[in-house]
């Protein structure tokens, strides 16, 4: 099982700030999505763009790193890792 903090308007949509689903380790960002949708098709729902990449709408951070930046859908997950959902912030 992963523990996923979810940040904003994310906890807002699940209405919790923790979402805790299965997992094993080494699975992908696809995979943790698709076990997101299991419990909250909401939240799932916002992940993905109308291509099925992911949205620039919300994020999801893991080892504080946008998965973006990190291989994307196929970005492995460690049991070690924290994952942040959350909406783009800016500041001023």
Known sequence: ???IKLLATASDIVGTRRLTVPFEDGDTVRDLIHSIHKVSPALSAKLL?????L????HIY????????????AAVIRD??????VPPMAGG
């Open 1 to 3: 099982m992963k523990t």
């Open 49 to 53: 763009d109308e291509n099925g990449d």
């Open 55 to 58: 949205s620039p709408l919300i």
């Open 62 to 73: 893991v080892r504080g790193r946008n998965a973006e930046w990190i291989g994307g859908l």
């Open 80 to 85: 070690r890792d924290e994952v942040f959902i």
